[in-house]
């Protein structure tokens, strides 16, 4: 049995650290001696905190600060609206941790996928941390990297659904930190899959060591599990399948037995071949895949069959792996009714005229039984953990396909290509998903899920982005991509742009900001529900009782409103309540807890 080192240094510590306490304890008490033992008690939790896992220093950033005496709040850029009918989505310009805020109010437990490309830390100037780039001089690079991941996936979690799923693209020199973290905030049990990416469709010939030609996708759930959509099946797998008998459909040969014998035996018996008249069993460890009686039917398809005791108790022991004496009594075997001349003469005449049974005989009808596995019923293609670039796309396409939209190849110095996002989510998404990325970029996610809805007549799919806007990047890549992509393709979907702004909230009291965030509340009802109150006179929100009698006195609005949203504490009186109920009129309460997490 090995030794623990670190516990036996760990216990001699603690211990240590109770003796100091004991005698500590047992002196005259003041305020020295128990700022002391608070110490102590401090230092202990240290010492005996998690032993295992990921390790690095935790940095504040300026956002925190900011976040520490305001509160996030959505302002819309009214002008920069694209109403274009579909699905509603949202981009927020600013910092994603308050974005993410944001998002705990209107989306927890709501998003089923997130898919991020977040700053890869390279130590070539590529991750801004407090304003400042993190270069490879910086004691602290890794640890600043993981600090500012830790805070956003620690939110992100948040968000998931019962069936989310989150897909973090990464290079070689933060996989293995950022794996571990994930471990620890999603859980190593909800980890997926580790996708390597075909980044490159030519590999470099100035390389040094060993050439980089693939990027991670680390895949975490929300749940234990978790399983994958299929892929669309490929020309190449449907050319395996044949109808060589004249069948209702394409099929190919399949494996006639299943594993589990011993548990199975029942269904471990011998099958009298009709055109050689030999006794097939399953071969050894394996059953036949289906239940004797419909067994029995299918081979009737052949010739007269029915059912005898060859008292082979010996052989499907062996088949089994069991001992003779424990091999399951009275199992009979499907042999034939008729004679071998006539039993073979009309299995011929099936052979020859189609289609063949479900269990057929292959090498002409005089090898063993298989079983046909129709196209049919296959489904599609089940994901592995590499994707190469024939599938998915790589770096080269992906600046060709920003460069085609905005004009420049240097708009944006990294993008992904829209087909890596297509498959993330047709693996991972379902038809009424709302996907999110808040480390939007270049605003491939976006375009990916406008293409797929269009491909797609079943998909109502849905994205919110969060970017910065470093270098106008959200304005003029982002949002322009989206903006120029719709317009091009004539894709039935709409945007919102909102900028996050803050309300100063340090050493005020929650009256004193209130009617600030009472501004902003109809921002945050739209990008929860996923509709727009600008000109739109079907939905309608009310947040004070001024408003309410205001709307209710407007024959124009309120005769066409079939929906509306009304502030938490507002209670309409009797003859404003019959007025709205007349109208059928459907009432939405804002949730109180946008208000009551706003206020600390």
């Not at 009304?566 to 109920?581: E, N, R, V, Y």
Request: net charge negative.
């Amino acid at each position: 049995m090995s030794t623990n080192l670190s516990k036996q240094k760990r216990d001699d510590l603690l211990s240590k650290i109770s003796a100091i306490r004991a005698f500590i304890a047992a002196a005259p008490q003041n305020e020295n001696t128990g700022s002391l033992l608070t110490y102590l008690s401090n230092l202990e939790k240290d010492v005996d905190s998690k032993k295992y896992g990921l390790v690095f220093e935790e940095h504040q950033e300026a956002i925190d600060t900011v976040l520490a005496e305001h509160t996030p709040v959505l302002t819309e850029e009214k002008p920069l609206l694209i109403d274009n009918g579909g699905e509603m989505n949202f981009l927020l310009e600013g910092d994603n941790l308050a974005a993410l805020r944001l998002l705990e109010k209107t989306h927890r437990g709501r998003i089923d996928l997130i898919y991020i490309d977040p700053p890869y830390n390279t130590g070539n100037k590529d991750f801004v941390y407090d304003d400042c780039f993190v270069d490879a001089q910086d004691t602290f690079r890794h640890s600043k990297w993981l600090s500012f991941m830790s805070k956003r996936l620690e939110l992100a979690k948040h968000l998931l659904s019962e069936r989310g799923v989150i897909f973090i693209s990464i290079d070689d020199r933060e996989q293995a930190g950022l794996k571990l973290l994930c471990d620890s905030i999603f859980d190593e049990s909800c980890f997926v899959a580790d996708v390597s990416w075909q980044r490159t469709y030519s590999t470099r010939n100035d390389s040094k060591g060993i050439v980089s030609e693939v990027e991670h996708i680390l895949v975490y759930s929300n749940k234990p599990d978790w399983n994958p959509n299929k892929l669309p099946r490929t020309e190449e797998m449907n050319a395996k399948y044949k109808n060589p008998d004249n069948d209702v459909a394409l099929w190919r040969t399949d494996n006639a037995y299943a594993p589990g014998a011993s548990t199975h035996q029942g269904m471990v018996y011998a099958i009298q071949h009709p055109f050689t008249g030999k006794m097939l069993y399953p071969s050894n460890g394996s059953c036949w895949r289906y239940q004797q009686d419909d067994m029995l039917e299918i081979m009737r398809g052949w010739c007269a069959y029915e059912l005898k005791d060859l008292y082979d108790e010996k052989k499907r022991a062996a088949v089994c792996g069991v001992p003779e004496d424990e091999v399951r009594q009275g199992v009979q075997a499907i042999v034939l009714s008729e004679p071998l001349e006539v039993s073979a003469a009309k299995a011929q005449a099936v052979y020859d005229k189609g289609p063949w049974p479900r269990f057929f005989f292959t090498k002409g009808g005089k090898g063993g039984i298989a079983r046909k596995t129709y196209l049919d019923n296959v489904g599609g293609k089940l994901p592995t953990n590499f994707w190469p670039f024939a599938d998915v796309g790589h770096t080269d396409e992906a600046k060709k396909e920003i460069g085609k939209i905005l004009g420049d190849l240097t708009a944006f110095s990294t993008p992904k290509p829209v087909r890596l996002m297509e498959r993330v989510i047709t693996v991972a998404s379902q038809p009424d998903s709302i996907i999110l990325d808040f480390f939007a970029g270049s605003g491939t996610t976006g375009h990916a899920v406008l293409a797929h809805n269009a491909a797609n007549t079943d998909s109502r799919r849905k994205f919110i982005l969060c970017t910065n806007n470093e270098n106008n990047i959200c304005r003029n890549v982002t949002y322009e991509r989206i903006k120029r992509v719709i317009e091009r393709e004539g894709y039935a979907a709409s945007l919102k742009y909102y900028r996050i702004d803050y309300v100063p909230i340090n050493e005020q009291l929650y009256y004193e900001y209130a009617d600030q965030l009472l501004r902003h509340i109809r921002e945050l009802v739209e990008l929860e529900n996923g509709v727009n109150f600008i000109e739109n006179a079907e939905i309608a929100i009310v947040l004070t009782d001024e408003e309410l009698a205001d709307f209710i006195a407007r024959p124009e609005a309120f005769a066409k409103c079939h929906t509306l949203y009304l502030g938490h504490d507002i209670l309409p009186t009797g003859k404003q309540d019959a007025a709205i109920k007349e109208r059928g009129i459907r009432i939405n309460i804002i949730p109180d807890y946008y208000y009551r997490e706003l206020e600390g």
